[in-house]
């Protein structure tokens, strides 16, 4: 039987009908959004790749509570990645913030497009700054999707509820992807670092539409599986055979016990760093896209400029991680790592474009190849 691919707007949601009683608390609606990632294959995809930096931030010597700010404040994981290999490479932090500040516009016009769909005649600008930080490509794709659902008086508490159950997931993943790296083998190291690289890569081509000839098309156009969940729980019966559960938890403990309070908060200057080359650019086009996004249209021509700008920066400094990589990943040889990346596309085309399954067969390809090579 052949199955249905569907893009995450035209997935069903379970959320009560806009007149049910359950909408009448803001609470109620925070925690209707806080539940709705489970919803989201998106939600995997994030967790995949703040896992890849948070091991980028260990390889490249910050500390967890810089790594775990960064999530925080920046909330963008290209920005985050720059920010990451710019000042691990050397780089200046005014070279950093250019470089960031370039990557954080398309914060703009996501931040346009989506607080419309939170207004009320009555809702004030500052009831949106904090549904504005949380603004970012996940979380504009998903409102896409949910918000149709949701009552409009509903709407900021749930997009409040959506987002931190997000950036929760993140901060778990940037926590166990820092404490892997520290004591994992040099493979499973470097198999931790390829996931940044490879999520992105297989995310940005499922955000380009099937159909190239079609106009106006968005992120949220990438066809994903409905059936993804089924493939996620079919592997568990076979993961209970198997010890890396155990040898994984070893070591995230054994991590934990070995690291000071010194190595997990690190100095402040490093903090400061983060905030000016990193807070900062973000947050400003966060903010214009608030302050200004009542008269800007999305479909512009600066607008869709700026983003493939933003794309094009983001694409080069992907490629750097696997062009120069850091920390374990460096242990592999070059083509290894560039057929690993070439494996992951390859099967995310063939599986009617499925970001689980491109990402899975990178690293299966990977570990592999370490293992054949010995």
């Not at 960031?100 to 607080?115: E, N």
Request: net charge positive; charged share 15%; with cysteine.
């Amino acid at each position: 039987m052949q199955a249905r691919f569907l893009s995450p707007a035209q997935t069903p949601v379970a959320l009560p009908p806009l007149d049910s009683p359950q909408w009448q608390s803001p609470w109620r609606a925070f925690a209707w959004g806080l539940r709705s990632i489970t919803q989201t294959i998106l939600t995997i995809v994030l967790f995949v790749t703040y896992l890849g930096i948070g091991a980028l931030a260990h390889d490249t010597h910050f500390s967890l509570a810089w790594a775990l700010a960064s999530t925080l404040f920046v909330w963008a994981g290209p920005a985050q990645i720059i920010l990451i290999t710019t000042l691990g490479s050397g780089a200046t932090i005014i070279q950093s913030a250019i470089a960031v500040t370039v990557s954080a516009i398309r914060l703009f016009p996501m931040v346009v497009s989506v607080l419309p769909l939170m207004r009320t005649p009555t809702t004030k600008r500052r009831e949106l700054i904090f549904a504005a930080h949380l603004t970012a490509v996940t979380l504009w794709v998903e409102c896409h999707r949910f918000l149709p659902q949701v009552p409009r008086e509903r709407r900021i508490a749930f997009v409040h509820g959506l987002g931190c159950g997000l950036v929760s997931v993140c901060l778990t993943a940037n926590t166990v992807g820092y404490f892997l790296a520290a004591n994992l083998t040099q493979t499973l190291g470097a198999a931790i670092l390829l996931l940044t690289p490879l999520s992105f890569f297989v995310l940005d081509r499922a955000q380009q539409p099937r159909d190239r000839g079609r106009r106006g098309a968005r992120a949220g156009d990438s066809p994903l599986s409905t059936g993804r969940e089924d493939e996620l729980r079919s592997r568990h019966p076979r993961q209970r055979h198997c010890g890396r559960h155990d040898r994984l938890w070893r070591a995230l403990v054994a991590g934990g016990a070995r690291m000071n309070f010194a190595q997990l908060i690190g100095d402040w200057h490093a903090l400061a760093v983060l905030f000016v080359a990193g807070v900062v650019p973000n947050q400003i086009w966060r903010m214009l896209g608030l302050w200004f996004g009542g008269g800007i249209d999305e479909g512009s021509e600066l607008l869709v400029w700026v983003r493939a700008v933003a794309t094009a920066i983001l694409a080069g400094v992907i490629a750097q991680i696997v062009v120069e990589p850091p920390g374990a990943l460096a242990s592999v040889p070059d083509a290894l790592r560039y057929g690993a990346v070439a494996a992951g596309l390859v099967v995310f085309l063939l599986t009617r474009r499925s970001i689980f399954a491109g990402v899975v067969a990178g690293e299966v390809f990977m570990l592999a190849g370490r293992w054949w090579l010995g």
